[in-house]
């Protein structure tokens, strides 16, 4: 008997991301899955439901009956998982923080799932990074929208009537987003500076282009390629010393964020009124606390001078990339945990023993698998 995979629709509002898209649906099937689609769910990324048949999928109301394993981008609703059988998968971004009340729902139904953020930063583990997919979608957003906030040309332009100065743009954090803007910037013409609390950022800005900040401070490497977190005399020197090159900027970019915990504030209200008339910050990390004090989820506002663009969901913005590099994700991830079976079939079997397995694991069987999680929760909701 076939495996079956289930493609839901997304709920949040303003998601227009599918967490599988019709030219990958062959590579499931090859697998040995049955996909089936709920009813435009690819409608917000422009795929239509016929495109989905035509790639060998079949389209349901209710996709999860039955299914072995349901995938999306954000966790399936509470009432959905109630309605899945013990044993069933689950594979979707899922803040465990934010959603104690969802993961206890999953333990209890006997739900194994699994979250995409929780992917070890290992290199066997790359193709499955969809944190790292999908802050390039959002580096690359937050560029463009800078550039299309700022009233003045990003290149230089020489011209018989004129020079015209190149625009001067500042981008603080230098992980996948913030390099990802940065490339951007530099190929629209713009100069880059940029800063990152980890020395060894430096040498991946200039690898763009750009150049780097040295603020002659201790460098601050933590785990997993993130930046371990600092003392608040040294965020108070820290931005004391940036001051003047946001100052300078026409556009301030700021992409600074630890998935699972709340943005650094890098940025005051009063660094951002230093900045002159026109100019545009963009700060990717409004959602999660903002690295710019003032900022507000999904809205422009004005700091002084500036218009202050706060980020909501910045990949959904551009959902045909950001769900093409995801779907990436699930695939390799699914593909990992589907072995063939002695009768030349295929089964969903995770080898809890895989470090990439065990680390995505949130629950399975009946438990919460996910240490920190599991800490968290019960204390909180009965078990």
């Not at 435009?40 to 990324?45: D, E, K, L």
């Not at 998968?89 to 333990?107: I, K, M, N």
């Not at 800078?146 to 011209?159: D, E, I, K």
């Not at 500076?193 to 401070?217: C, F, H, N, P, W």
Request: aromatic share 4%.
């Amino acid at each position: 008997m076939s495996l079956r995979l289930a493609v839901v629709k997304e709920t949040r509002e303003g998601e227009t991301r599918v967490a599988i898209v019709p030219e990958l649906v062959g590579k499931l099937t090859g697998l040995g899955y049955d996909v089936v689609v709920e009813p435009g769910a690819g409608a917000g990324a422009l795929h239509d439901d016929e495109e989905y048949v035509a790639a060998g999928a079949q389209v349901a109301e209710t996709p999860w009956d039955g299914a072995d394993v349901v995938v999306s981008v954000n966790p399936v609703d509470a009432s959905v998982v109630r309605r899945l059988p013990v044993g069933t998968a689950t594979v979707s971004f899922l803040p465990v923080g934010a959603v104690p009340e969802l993961v206890a729902d999953l333990r209890d139904c006997g739900v194994t799932s699994f979250a995409m953020e929780l992917v070890p930063r290992i290199s066997r583990a790359q193709s499955m990074d969809a944190l790292s997919s999908q802050a390039l979608v959002a580096g690359y957003r937050c560029a463009v929208v800078a550039a299309g906030l700022l009233r003045r040309f990003f290149p230089l332009n020489m011209t018989s009537a004129g020079t015209v100065p190149p625009a001067e743009v500042v981008v603080l954090g230098a992980g996948v987003a913030g390099l990802q803007a940065i490339a951007t910037a530099k190929r629209l013409g713009a100069v880059v500076k940029a800063y990152d609390v980890r020395a060894a950022a430096a040498e991946e800005i200039r690898s763009m282009g750009a150049t780097a900040i040295d603020l002659e401070l201790e460098t601050l490497e933590g785990a997993g390629g993130y930046a371990r977190e600092m003392t608040e005399d040294r965020a108070a020197r820290q931005r004391e010393l940036l001051t003047p090159y946001i100052a300078a900027a026409d556009a301030l970019i700021t992409t600074a964020a630890v998935p699972g915990r709340r943005a650094p504030m890098l940025v005051t209200r009063e660094m951002v009124e230093q900045m002159g008339p026109g100019s545009v910050v963009v700060d990717l990390a409004a959602e999660s606390g903002g690295n710019v004090e003032g900022s507000v989820p999904g809205e422009v506002v004005r700091v002084g001078n500036a218009q202050v663009w706060g980020g909501a969901n910045v990949p959904a913005q551009m959902p045909g990339p950001a769900s093409r590099l995801y779907a990436q994700n699930v695939v390799n991830l699914v593909t990992l945990m589907t072995r063939a079976s002695d009768d030349g079939t295929a089964a969903f079997a995770p080898d809890f023993d895989d470090e990439i397995v065990a680390g995505a694991c949130v629950t399975h069987d009946g438990a919460i698998r996910h240490e920190p999680t599991r800490t968290a929760i019960e204390g909180e909701v009965p078990a």
